[in-house]
């Protein structure tokens, strides 16, 4: 029974997911806004965390990273502005795209050596992991 109440929740989930991540469009058909989250990889490799985030059509400039309590931080802002003066009209049309997604660092990463490369669409975030000094064996003389 419990099973069935949570897959008539499915299509409730699906609405607002939909809602939530689909281009709005204002009364004259024009787009409005659109609420766009890149996908986001996560690597857990032997020495390092590589986060892959995809954001095409965005420039190096453009991304924000930063660490805050233990959150890896990142955010894009990309304003876009075209203006046309003619004899009779003038146009002028601007977009505006931004995101934020944030990462809890691992507990064995290090914040301090996060590196990050934008290349061909997607941002690169390398986290290196702390490898735990070796333990030592000390010998105690008993007097």
Known sequence: MRN????????????????????????????????????????DLEKEVKLEVAAPGLEKGDFKINVENNYLIISADKKQETSENKENYSRKEFSYHSFKRMYELPENTNGEGITAKYENGILNISIPKVIPAAKQVKTIEIK
Do not use: E, R, W
């Open 4 to 43: 069935n109440q949570f897959n008539s929740l499915v299509p409730f989930v699906q609405i607002v997911d939909d809602l939530l991540t689909k281009t709005f469009h204002d009364v004259s058909g024009g787009q409005l806004f659109k609420y766009n989250t890149p996908a986001l990889n996560v690597l």
